[in-house]
């Protein structure tokens, strides 16, 4: 043997194209460790077959022999031969192999690695598209209007103007000039946190095609945007949005007008008409829900033509001149009620978004969770306040008492 197996190295050597020493040296010795560990397992490949023989011997089997041929013993299950397999020492029992179309049966698969608590779940994978199937929400139109604030502690106290100056004209070289006294109002803006988590098993992440950890994220990025909204619009704690602000401008619909489907186009007059000086008016916007803005748009006069647009189709971008902005946080068509507020006007570039925290998303598996039940958890966490810092420049519409 030491001969062949010299020999078959320096072919070897030849085929590599070896000439460096160092490199020859280091090349044979590793050819001699292949070379012992698939003499190792050609030993072990032998061994294992006299065992078999052996055993087969040993346990009267019809024909022995048929024990070392591994592969005929491949072909025979593969065939559910009964007889075969049972004669080359096959486990099981023979109603079991000749009932070969039942293997993988609840029935015979016994009791399931795992379970639910009502009908098990077995240890076959189930199959996800790759996407999951909802309706995307769109962004916040409101988030980029808003003025944002860097904050960094939790609390910003927030000057407000309450008086401003006049100029006095001065008629005489020898008059005085007058001083003037500007006073400010203070407000606070608070940061609070919210957050929240969703855990998950390792098996969901490991055996789905499904991004679920950037659907996760798209998720947490959507319920931001939808609490971002309501904070600034109808929220009454922590934050109290406009719709729930005792210091906007209330405007009450006509006696009798007690749902939102009474909107017309002279109400959006009074809203306008409410905000009483040209810096309350310049800039303002229109915020409504969708299905609001639907109820004007179809909105006719006498004649059946439409008042606020030519074609229900086509909306414009603009109510009387001013533009809008639309949110789904805003009541909708189906929360219509008497004394109910549902749309606003006013300056939204007023409105402020305190940022302690931005948006964080995290990933966490070296928990003792992940240790003893095998969860991961996905989580969201951002520090924010909100503050309706000039409540006057705004003006709320509401349908009138029952």
């Not at 020859?24 to 050819?31: F, V």
Request: with cysteine; proline share 4%; hydrophobic share 40%.
């Amino acid at each position: 043997m030491p001969k062949p197996r010299r020999k078959s190295i320096i072919h070897a050597i030849e085929l590599a194209d070896l000439k460096d020493n160092d490199q020859m040296r280091k090349y044979i010795a590793e050819m001699e460790i292949a070379t012992d560990n698939q003499a190792e397992a050609l030993a072990s490949l032998n061994l294992a077959w006299k065992d078999g023989y052996a055993a087969s011997k040993a346990t009267n089997v019809k024909d022995p022999a048929l024990m070392g041929r591994f592969g005929d013993f491949l072909k025979a299950t593969a065939r559910r031969d009964a007889e075969k397999i049972s004669n080359m020492g096959g486990a099981g029992s023979l109603p079991q192999i000749q009932a070969g179309a039942e293997y993988g049966s609840k029935t015979v698969l016994g009791t399931p690695l795992t379970s639910d608590a009502v009908t098990g779940s077995y240890t076959v994978p189930v199959e996800f598209m790759r996407e999951v199937q909802r309706l995307a929400e769109e962004s916040s139109e409101l988030m980029p209007l808003v003025k944002t604030v860097p904050m960094t502690s939790r609390t910003m106290s927030v000057p407000i103007k309450n008086a401003g100056m006049s100029l006095t004209w001065i008629t005489s070289q020898a008059g005085d000039v007058a001083e003037a006294n500007p006073t400010f109002q203070q407000d606070t803006l608070t940061a609070y946190t919210g957050a929240m988590y969703v855990p998950v098993t390792e098996e969901i992440v490991e055996d789905n095609a499904v991004a679920l950890g950037q659907y996760i994220m798209e998720l947490f990025v959507e319920a931001w945007t939808e609490a971002f909204d309501k904070a600034l619009l109808v929220d009454s704690s922590p934050f109290t949005g406009l719709l729930s602000d005792t210091g906007v401008n209330e405007v009450s619909m006509s006696a009798g007008e007690t749902q939102f489907d009474n909107l017309d186009l002279q109400h959006i007059d009074s809203l306008i008409q409410a905000l009483d000086s040209r810096a309350k008016r310049k800039g303002a916007r229109l915020i409504l829900h969708p299905t609001i803005l639907d109820i004007l748009a179809n909105v006719k006069d006498a004649n059946g033509n439409f008042k606020w647009q030519q074609s229900a189709a086509m909306p414009p971008s603009r109510i009387r001149g001013y533009q809008f902005v639309q949110s789904d946080q805003m009541p909708d068509s189906g929360d219509t009620a008497a004394e109910t507020p549902f749309l606003a006007m006013g300056r939204v570039d007023t409105l402020m978004f305190g940022d302690r925290v931005s948006l964080e998303l995290k990933y966490y598996e070296n928990t003792i969770q992940n240790v003893e039940n095998c969860e991961s958890f996905f989580r969201c966490r951002v520090r924010a306040g909100f503050l309706i810092a000039q409540p006057a420049n705004f003006a709320v519409l509401k349908t009138a008492g029952a």
